[in-house]
């Protein structure tokens, strides 16, 4: 009876938008397959399986018996028995998440070979070399990330052959030393692993899905997917596949490439090669790579093959795709391909390229990059007429410009960043064990490989700064050196590094604006000027500047910004800002202007509060004149002061302290002080978070909201006098029920009206509230009687509903949570749009239910946040706010979110 496979898919059964099942790996294969591209034959063993495998800590019985099958039709399209005496198969086996995922297991090559077989490859092949070659590898790679065995040994091992035969280089071995190798290897595995390597082939094979299943779960995985924000239940896919040899001679090789310059953008032949080579010498950077234009004369048919598919993959998935390929003896084999990693500079050109080149719409373009891409581009870069001399080049292999502590290893990464430094990880060349270091540090230095390395390929995906083949460096992580010529630096010390050109710098380098920040505040005829005429300069603003146009004009959310002064809302509007979403004007008081405050809250009587109140009109007149001339012709919500008690008054302990002080010395205690101390000690609160503030407080001293009412409508009527647009809005923090907003907004018409009477202007100034306590979006039906728009204040919001105080959060128990997966990001910094995310929808209903076409937007952090702002979006509302250096990041999200 047929079997229904549910683990085990051959390569012809899937295809691309199967990565949950498949992973990224496995989906690729399948549509290559699909495309009619020379893939080696094979099959994809699920995520199912995996995940069927760690829940239960065995694989499900039915896998062997899948997996048998599937090697069966393997075998039968190939036409040789799988570690077979004679002409064996062998196998690779390779981990493949949905996510690519650097921290994942390496591959296992040559699976099947034992004592035996490897007789029957090297006649096959007729080069015995060859075959003892492939076993030691094969052990090696076995022993390393199967059976877990330090590599470091296997490494000495080969070394001492080496010396022993007295030559350079791993080539130069020949079969006799590498069987010397294959029997050092196995008392290696023996003494490490306390097994003999397995000569069953079908127990490797088992071994080494299992091996990648495992390494779904270890420390690095789970390190990678926390930085990168993967969730920790998708499990991995195992992908077997029949090996083809890059190393079976000069007609043989093995390369990498990208159908575009996954730097620049443009299109070109793009890669290396490495001839008579297996597998991942290329990727580690072992050996020097030849560039793929070279491979035209040593193999013109193979290249012109490869050209042909390259060119077949970009059609099919119209995108920068990077592809894997082995020669074996002048036939061309497919072994990987995925949609290319790129920078962010590239990722804008490519999609523009893509566009002019009608392979892909102007909507699928806005797709093809994202407010984070664009958030990168807008950091600074050293400035180029520093004076400071580099003092080495490499390949900038990933952007940004990074200064930093020198540091060697994880552990001094880790502990220097702890310590609250910036540090640069320096190595020779990185692997996924230099993963925690690598998080650690804001750039990373490497003295060999290629834009493809790890290193590279890692640092572009977190979007960290990366030089990488910086050959002149002697990097020595034993006595933490780098030697550059004569110049020895040590660990701790200053370097800078450009990953953009791949210069090396001793010491700080200042820092200046990219042109694409040149663009967003100053326009495109800044910014081109700027670019000094470099043309990929030049590209890269035209590009960015059709994109952001280009979203500008089909989103529906509007983007304004959070800014408190009027330089904030000048910076803002040049940055594109539709308005100001929230201007916190208890920051306004803060520094010098605090002991206003302080007075209004500690005055005792009815008079004493007049007195303490009436110098604080004519400040805030001004401050509201020069906001809303700033931002004249655009709205401008501005909410009445929200000052947390804490943050206003001295703290109660200090105070105490000092009094008890001054009065143990005898002296005579300051009546100011003794009387603030009893004010402190009347208003203490042991949680002000969720104490006397927002309406509360302008309830309570009902003078403090109404000096800002009457400077605001005050500001208005100048301004209006002198022929401008205002457009004020009054917001009213901290609402949680409607009778609150009511008596609030009953005092403001009153007083608006009353500047109508003494100024003669009428006045048409919007009054509405924050939504930032549960309560409040459960009762937004009421609420909307009395408020003409609302703002949801979703950091409060957040706070609230979870009960988490945000400020104490990330050191209490936050990384336990990430960890334990009760959270996959913290709230606050994307919104929980299952939980509080519900209750914005439900408020943005019920708004609209009482109040057809109530105005509603949202002022907390997550109005930058990209995620979030999809979110927003798809909830209805009409704008978001954020900080005015994410304003352009908003405005990207938002158009892509609509299309
Ligand atoms: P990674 O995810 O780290 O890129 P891969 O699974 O792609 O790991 O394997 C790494 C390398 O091993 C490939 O680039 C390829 O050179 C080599 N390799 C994998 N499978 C085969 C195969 N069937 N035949 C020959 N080489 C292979
Ligand atoms: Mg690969
Ligand atoms: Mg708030």
Redesign the pocket.
């Known amino acids: 009876e047929a079997i229904m496979a549910t683990f085990v898919f051959d390569f012809s059964e899937g295809n691309k938008d199967q990565k949950d099942l498949l992973g990224g790996?496995g989906a690729n294969l399948a549509e290559m397959v699909n495309m009619g591209l020379p893939v080696?034959p094979?099959f994809t063993i699920s995520t199912e399986a995996c995940k069927a495998y760690l829940k239960d800590g065995k694989s499900p019985d039915a896998l062997r018996v899948e997996v048998t099958q599937a090697l069966r039709k393997t075998e039968d399209q190939i036409g040789r028995h799988f570690g077979a005496d004679k002409e064996p198969l062998l196998?690779?086996v390779?981990?493949?998440a949905k996510f690519?995922m650097?921290g994942?297991m390496?591959?296992v090559?040559n699976v099947g070979l034992n004592d035996t077989s490897v007789q029957g490859l090297a006649e096959f092949a007729s080069d015995e070399r060859f075959a003892w070659d492939s076993y030691r590898r094969l052990i090696q790679m076995f022993g390393k990330t199967v059976l877990d065995i330090d590599g470091e040994l296997f490494a000495a091992a080969l070394d001492a052959q080496k010396a022993k035969a007295g030559v350079a280089s791993d080539p130069e071995l020949t079969a006799a030393d590498h069987k010397e190798v294959v029997a050092a290897y196995k008392q290696i595995v023996l003494d490490e692993a306390g097994l003999e390597f397995p000569q069953d082939p079908r127990t490797q094979l088992n071994m080494a899905i299992e091996a990648v299943f495992n390494s779904w779960n270890t420390e690095r995985a789970r390190l990678y997917r926390r930085r990168e924000r993967i969730p920790n239940d998708l499990g991995t896919a195992v992908?077997v596949?029949?090996?083809?040899?890059?190393n079976l001679g000069e007609t043989s090789g093995?390369g990498?490439c990208f159908t575009r310059d996954p730097s620049t953008g443009h299109s070109g032949v793009y890669g290396d090669y490495l001839s008579n080579a297996?597998?991942?010498d290329?990727?580690a950077g072992i050996r020097n790579t030849l560039p793929l234009a070279e491979l035209e004369k040593l193999d013109p048919k193979s290249y012109a093959d490869l050209r042909a598919a390259m060119r077949q993959l970009e059609t099919h998935y119209r995108d920068l795709c990077d592809i894997?390929f082995?020669v074996e003896r002048g036939k061309l084999?497919m072994?990987?391909t995925r949609i290319g990693k790129r920078t962010a500079a590239a990722a804008f050109r490519v999609a523009t390229q893509l566009v002019d080149e009608h392979l892909i719409t102007m909507d699928e373009a806005l797709g093809r990059v994202s407010g984070d891409q664009l958030s990168q581009l807008l950091f600074p870069h050293f400035a180029a007429d520093s004076g400071v001399m580099p003092l080495a080049k490499g390949l900038g292999a990933s952007p940004g410009a990074s200064v930093g502590e020198i540091v060697f290893d994880n552990d001094g990464a880790t502990a220097r960043k702890e310590a609250g430094a910036k540090v640069i990880l320096v190595r020779r060349e990185t692997s996924p064990d230099d993963l925690p270091g690598m998080v650690a540090s804001v750039g990373v230095l490497t003295a060999r490989g290629g834009k493809t390395s790890h290193a590279a390929v890692v640092a572009r995906g977190m979007g960290m700064c990366a030089v990488v083949g910086a050959e002149a460096l002697k990097v020595d992580p034993n006595a933490k050196t780098v030697t550059v010529g004569g110049t020895v630096l040590h660990e701790g010390e200053i370097i800078a590094i450009d990953g953009a050109t791949g210069e090396i710098f001793v010491g700080e380098v200042p820092v200046v604006d990219s042109p694409v920040m040149v663009y967003i505040s100053e326009g495109i005829d800044a910014a081109q000027q700027a670019a000094h005429g470099d043309p990929e300069t030049q590209d890269l603003i035209n590009s960015v500047d059709r994109l952001l146009r280009y979203a500008d004009g089909v989103r529906r959310l509007r983007v304004r910004a959070n800014a408190d002064t009027a330089e904030d809302a000048i910076r803002a509007r040049e940055r594109g800002a539709q308005g100001i979403g929230l201007c916190r004007t208890e920051h306004q008081f803060l520094g010098e202007r605090r002991t206003y405050v302080e007075a209004v809250i500690l005055a005792e009587t009815e008079d004493e509060r007049t007195a303490a109140l009436d110098p604080l009109v004519p400040v805030q007149r001004q401050d509201f004149v020069e906001l809303l001339t700033a931002m004249d012709g655009l709205p401008t919500t501005i909410r009445l002061i929200d000052p947390p008690l804490h943050e206003f008054l001295p703290d109660l302990t200090e105070l105490s302290v000092k009094v008890a002080v001054a009065e143990a010395k005898g002296e005579e205690a300051d009546p100011h002080e003794l009387k603030l101390l009893a004010a402190v000690q009347r208003m203490h609160e042991a949680n002000p978070m969720l104490g006397l503030r927002g309406v509360r407080l302008g309830l309570k001293i009902p003078g403090l909201f109404d000096l800002q009412i009457r400077a605001i409508a005050e500001a208005t009527v100048e301004l209006l006098g002198q022929g401008k647009r205002p457009k004020p809005e009054i917001m009213v923090p901290l609402v949680g029920s409607v009778r609150e907003l009511q008596i609030i907004r009953d005092r403001a018409e009153k007083i608006i009206a009353d500047v109508t009477a003494t100024t003669g202007t009428a006045l048409r100034i919007p009054i509405g509230c924050m939504i930032e306590l549960p309560r409040a979006a459960l009762t937004a039906g009421r609420i909307a009687e009395e408020a003409e728009f609302f703002s949801f204040g979703t950091n409060d919001l957040t706070q609230t509903t979870w009960g988490f105080s945000r400020d104490d959060v990330e050191s209490a128990f936050f990384a336990d949570y990430l960890e334990s997966g009760v959270l996959t990001i913290s709230p606050f910094e994307t919104l929980d749009g299952f939980g509080v995310g519900k209750l914005v929808k439900m408020g943005v209903e019920a708004g609209r239910a009482t109040r057809p076409g109530i105005h509603v937007g949202v002022c907390g952090e997550h109005g930058g946040d990209p995620e979030s702002i999809h979110f927003f979006h798809a909830a209805g509302l009409d704008y978001v706010s954020c900080s005015p250096f994410r304003v352009p990041v908003a405005r990207l999200e938002a158009g892509r979110a609509a299309v």
Do not use: C, D, H, I
């Open positions: 790996k080696p094979g196998l690779s390779r981990s493949g690519s650097p994942m390496e591959t090559l992908n596949m029949a090996m083809v040899f890059g093995t990498v297996q597998g991942e290329v990727v894997e082995t084999w072994l990987q």
